[in-house]
């Protein structure tokens, strides 16, 4: 079966760096678009960016400046940094896998999420 | 960026009568090559990550029932429920992967009536 599962810090401080890892099981990283997005509390959804396994990214422009999203293949995941985090990236951060091609940003399959509190 | 905005924000429905959601999109995501629209429709029950029901506009994925339909072309969406059941609690958001950056809707809440 499947899986992707999220693992970090469920606190940070602000100003600091948010770092998550997302591990994928049951499905080769070396394959597919491999995105996070957030959620914030009450809100939608927002795109944080992608990584495709050979480790060309894209990034939303709101974000751009404070995000790295980095892979591992050879631990088959892939991680998520933010930095500079203020109260407005307290969010639930979902990794999620894409397609190929012209299907990268479907999400067909999504990590439980983890919660990410800033804390002042 | 493309704006998906939905409506309504939410909605209460009698269990086995249909829901509708729309999607409009500030943009149209209808590729002239391929003649397919970059829209998908995605179900978040409470405290789950959301799940892919919808892709190019009206394709269902894998295992989802066929109550659910999408429709719509270019900037105009919807998703249907044609007889809502109690486990279709959810909130229901609609997404472009036209482009990046890849956008969602605000989300739509449905309940029971």
């Known amino acids: 079966q499947v899986q992707l599962q999220e693992s970090g810090p469920g606190l940070v401080k602000a100003s600091e760096t948010l770092s998550l890892t997302c591990i994928a099981s049951?499905?080769?990283?070396?394959?597919?678009?491999w995105s996070w997005i957030r959620q914030a509390p009450g809100k939608g959804l927002e795109w944080i960016g992608y990584i495709y396994y050979s480790g060309s990214t894209n990034y939303n422009p709101s974000l751009k400046s404070r995000v790295t999203i980095s892979v591992d293949t050879s631990k088959n995941q892939f991680s998520l940094k933010l930095s500079s985090v203020s109260a407005a990236d307290t969010a639930m951060y979902y990794c999620?896998?894409?397609?190929?091609?012209?299907?990268?940003?479907?999400?067909?399959?999504w990590g439980q999420g983890t919660l990410v509190t800033v804390s002042s | 960026d493309i704006v998906l905005t939905q409506s309504p924000d939410s909605l209460a429905v009698s269990l086995g009568e249909r829901a509708t959601i729309n999607c409009r999109s500030s943009q149209s995501v209808l590729s002239s090559s391929t003649n397919k629209n970059y829209l998908a429709w995605y179900q978040q029950n409470p405290g789950q990550p959301p799940k892919l029901l919808i892709y190019?506009?009206?394709t269902r994925a894998s295992g989802v029932p066929d109550r659910f339909s999408g429709s719509g072309s270019g900037t105009d969406f919807t998703l249907t429920i044609s007889s809502l059941q109690a486990e279709d609690v959810a909130v229901y958001s609609c997404q472009q992967y036209y482009t990046t950056p890849w956008t969602f809707g605000q989300g739509t809440k449905v309940e029971i009536k």
């Open positions: 999620a896998r894409g397609g190929l091609g012209a299907t990268a940003g479907l999400f067909d399959l």
């Open positions: 049951g499905s080769s990283i070396s394959s597919h678009h």
């Open positions: 190019w506009a009206s």
